[in-house]
């Protein structure tokens, strides 16, 4: 029985964020309190938790179609899988390097853990009853199916043998367990079989099977007759059916899947690496040998195997956890190939800007160029089409005007037209130097490859700085036009990767502004040779200056709050855990400032404490697109306001650790419409929204009685950009 679908909410979890939060002394007056008390800040771990339940919410969402449903589920185990590799690993590392170490809130290490521990139990059935109760139902009732094997004809079973032994047989590879066969190594999020057989003379044994990562992990079944649906299998499955080719001889017992997760996090001693791409390479082959953090089972399996797993894996038996249904349920992102498009979203037509048209049409960027030496333009990803951007550097390559064309790469992704790009500008003599980062994490095998391609074709690059991650987003177009040098700038909030650029939100700015084209030259000279430059015209750099510019427009903004002029501070971003600006914010909250801040994902601020943070509002807008553009608005007492656009969010990793890039929007006109026709839009959002409480839950805002409910992304596709 579904108890689900009746259910306007999910089911709430059985721990609470306001149970694993250090309990707020009532008894202090409000001006007495201390901004550094771990009582005033949410854990940044379990507040990530948190931002996961409300990607699964989404899979709750009936106002979505199935299929977006389940690609909510898939991004929902993806998500995790990060989680544990990275976050989790890092965690249990300090729990045994440094167990006393206090986190901002105030707990230990192990605290956290075991905190991460129950709220991610809770999670993970929540997950697997929407799998089982809601909506495989669902599918099946519009006939796209996951046969159990058994099920199958006999027809369809020829079938897959015959599958079986011509793909997937040939990689197989069974593995012994016993004395004379140690325990095999258990790749990193692969899926196993733990296999039970027995030998007329040696009685039962066991052997491990991979399931192989190289097949689609749902096999197509031919359905019966015409019309029948979309029918698939789970690749362990037919491996499963199909274990008496392997083990010839022997009678197989039984078998039970299970997952491994990985310490996937590589420190990388940058200042003794002679070579920092091969280093970064060996880090690779290391990743699959990390200590184990999370074993997945399904609770069939008997005490003996997971005993066998637990012992070898050298796993804590906190970190085993039990799924009742298949594993690793990333992979149904595989439905969204179905042909269904009526349980899919309606696909999104861009709008492209007229003044960037021939970039996309015919190449010619000079009408462009000319467009944007007249007035900074402005994009809206994926609202607006990426196309241009794309056009802007592909136009510069095949311009006889442009010298020199310089770049940032960050995340650009396995087929990257930006890359192609600048190669055939290479080939057409232009100087094109490029920094490629190469610890951008999960990335690091592409942007490999892209760095060696580049290097190939002629092209300067550079790696960045010892010890910080090159995360700024900018490119510099250097032309000659009428005897005379001009640059243009694209700055922007997001990757140069044309895929992620369709289902990501992000800004894009093209200037010609002299001031800003002089700061990015310098920044370059900073990223590809040395320079010890401290001061910029008009960006805002990480480590440099960002953290002091940031902090000292928050004082202003609490100074004319203060003086009775209006205060307002109105910020986006993906994160927010730095304590020292999340002081700031409270400062200026108790001298009156009035702060709206929208938090896709984790936020250790808590807003609304009485004489702290009672006039700080947080939200989080989860949709159809990733919210991943980041602005940053000062209101500067009704007199010219700031309005920064750029890569870094309100992490102290970004601010101490990466090279970001904030940019000023000094266009009075787009500035405006930056604030009144994005982010304020954003603010009215009740359909996507959810709203911080001061206990650390999160609630969904709701529409006003009578009103529908409002999308701001669904504005945003309905209402093409106006600026331009």
């Known amino acids: 029985m579904n108890l689900l679908a009746s259910m306007d909410e999910p089911p709430q979890s059985a721990v609470t964020q306001n149970q694993l939060l250090i309990p707020v002394p009532e008894d202090l007056p409000s001006k007495d309190r201390r901004l550094d008390e771990p009582s005033l800040y949410i854990n940044k771990e379990l507040s990530w938790l948190d931002f996961n339940q409300r990607v699964l ?152 099977m991979k399931v192989p990562g190289v097949v689609p992990r749902l096999v197509p079944v031919p359905p019966e007759k015409s019309g029948d649906g979309a029918h698939f299998v789970w690749l362990e499955d037919v491996v499963s059916a199909n274990l008496d080719s392997l083990f010839p001889g022997l009678e197989v017992v039984a078998c039970f899947p299970f997952r491994v997760t990985r310490d996937a996090d590589m420190d990388i001693a940058e200042d003794e690496a002679s070579d920092l791409l091969q280093t970064i390479e060996e880090g690779l082959r290391q990743r699959q040998f990390g200590a184990v953090v999370r074993l997945e089972l399904q609770p069939s399996m008997p005490h003996n195997l997971r005993d066998l797993l637990v012992s070898n894996l050298l796993v804590g038996t906190s970190d085993v956890y039990e799924f009742d249904g298949p594993l690793g349920l990333t992979d149904v992102m595989q439905l969204m190939k179905v042909d269904r498009p009526d349980l899919k979203d309606v696909p999104l037509l861009p709008h492209l800007p007229q003044k960037l048209l021939s970039l996309v049409e015919n190449r010619n960027g000079e009408e462009a160029f000319a467009a944007i030496a007249q007035k900074d333009l402005f994009l809206h990803h ?43 500008a290479r080939d057409e003599d232009a100087q094109v130097a490029v920094l490629v980062e190469l610890k951008a994490r999960f990335d690091e095998e592409n942007n490999i490859e892209w760095a060696k391609a580049l290097e190939d074709a002629g092209v300067h690059v550079a790696y960045g700085l010892v010890g910080l991650k090159t995360h700024c987003k900018v490119t510099l177009i250097v032309r000659k036009e009428g005897g005379e040098i001009r640059r243009y700038l694209h700055l922007g909030t997001g990757n140069y990767n044309a895929t992620t650029a369709r289902i990501y939100t992000d800004f894009s700015m093209l200037t010609a502004r002299e001031d800003l084209a002089t700061d990015v030259s310098e920044l370059f000279n900073l990223l590809t040779g040395y320079s010890r430059q401290r001061k910029y015209r008009k960006i805002l750099v990480a480590p440099v200056n960002m953290r002091d510019r940031i902090t000292a427009f928050i004082e202003r903004e609490a100074k004319h709050a203060q003086a009775g002029r209006p205060a307002r501070l109105l910020f986006k971003m993906n994160a927010l855990n730095d304590p020292q600006l999340i002081r700031a914010l409270y400062t200026a909250s108790r001298a009156g400032v009035k702060i709206d801040l929208i938090v896709r994902g984790t936020c250790c601020l808590r807003p609304g404490v009485p004489g702290i943070s009672e006039n700080i509002r947080v939200i989080s807008i989860v949709g159809r697109f990733l919210e991943h553009s980041r602005a940053y608005y000062f209101h500067n007492g009704g007199r010219t306001p700031s309005l920064y656009l750029g890569s870094a969010d309100l992490m102290s990793r970004n601010l101490n650790r990466r090279i970001e890039v904030l940019f000023p929007v000094e266009d009075a006109a787009l500035r405006r419409h930056i604030r ?48 331009n």
Not at 123 to 130: A, E, F, K, V
């Open 57 to 208: 919410d989404e899979a709750y969402d009936t106002k979505h179609p199935l299929l977006e449903r389940v690609k909510f589920l898939a991004i929902s185990f993806s998500n995790v899988d990060e989680f544990y590799m990275i976050r989790v690993s890092g965690l249990q590392h300090q729990a045994v390097a440094s167990p006393a170490n206090l986190s901002t809130d105030g707990r230990t290490p192990g605290d956290t853990l075991v905190a991460l521990r129950a709220k991610y139990t809770v999670m993970l059935q929540s997950q697997c009853d929407l799998w089982n109760d809601d909506l495989y139902p669902a599918l099946l009732s519009e006939k796209i199916v996951i046969d159990e094997y058994s099920d199958l004809t006999r027809l369809q079973k020829k079938e897959l043998k015959a599958f079986f032994d011509r793909e997937v047989f040939p990689v197989l590879t069974p593995l012994a367990i016993d004395p004379g066969h140690p325990f095999p190594h258990i790749s990193n999020l692969s899926l196993n079989l733990a296999v039970v057989v027995r030998d007329q003379v040696l009685g039962e044994r066991y052997a491990r």
């Open 382 to 424: 994926p609202y607006d089409a990426f196309q241009p951007v794309i056009g802007l550097i592909d136009a510069a390559a095949h311009s006889t005007g442009v010298l020199a064309i310089k770049q940032t790469l960050y995340r650009v992704g396995s087929k990257s037209p930006i890359v192609k790009a600048l190669i055939e």
């Open 676 to 723: 009144d026709k994005i982010l304020e839009v954003s603010l009215r959002d009740t359909a996507q929204a959810r709203l911080l409480k001061p206990d650390g839950s999160w609630i969904r805002i709701k529409p006003r009685n009578g009103e529908e409910p409002f999308s701001s992304q669904a504005y945003f596709m309905d209402h093409q950009n106006s600026y």
